[in-house]
């Protein structure tokens, strides 16, 4: 049974959303610095994508691709998971399955009962939200906790994300 925090408002446990681009890293930035003014834990998550080599009318799943971006984004958690010990920040983390990426993050965030859920507004997804959608904007409409949403900077815009109180966590 989940325990009840005498101020809701405050978070115990938080959630960020990791695909290692310089947006997620921002996130990392801004959660760890909640999760040490309010002494929670963070949990990471990773959502490896289920890519598929098309054979005629099959789609044939690379398992062997799936587990090596697997274990490269383990190590990369990993990493920053003794990021973060340093600073004396608890942490956990997740490496989903799936090519549902919002989905895969709010079942992570019910499953670890999370407070609140700090995301990046662009990630590493190129095309993929023109045709399928945001990411966040799925996350903002579904998630059942307090949401930090962070704007991120453009990609294709000369302005770049600060990087000057910023930990190199992979």
């Given at each position: 049974m989940q325990s009840i925090h005498p101020y809701p408002s405050i978070p115990t446990s938080i959630l960020?959303?990791?695909d290692f681009s310089p947006s997620s890293q921002a996130a990392l930035d801004a959660a760890s610095d909640l999760a040490e003014h309010f002494q929670a834990g963070l949990v990471l998550v990773n959502v490896v994508p289920c890519l598929s080599f098309f054979a005629l009318t099959y789609a044939i799943p690379d398992d062997a691709l799936r587990r090596k971006m697997g274990a490269h984004a383990e190590r990369l958690l990993a990493k920053c998971q003794l990021a973060l010990k340093a600073r004396g920040i608890n942490?956990?983390?997740s490496i989903e399955?799936?090519?549902d990426v919002a989905g895969a993050i709010i079942d992570?965030?019910?499953r670890?009962?999370?407070d609140m859920v700090v995301i990046s507004t662009l990630g590493i997804s190129g095309w993929h939200p023109l045709v399928f959608?945001?990411?966040a904007e799925k996350v903002v409409?579904?998630?059942q906790c307090p949401l930090l949403l962070l704007h991120s900077a453009n990609p294709e815009t000369p302005s770049k994300i600060p990087?000057?109180?910023s930990v190199e966590w992979w």
């Open positions: 960020v959303p990791i942490s956990s983390f399955f799936g090519n992570v965030a019910e670890e009962h999370v959608g945001s990411i409409k579904l998630v990087s000057n109180r």
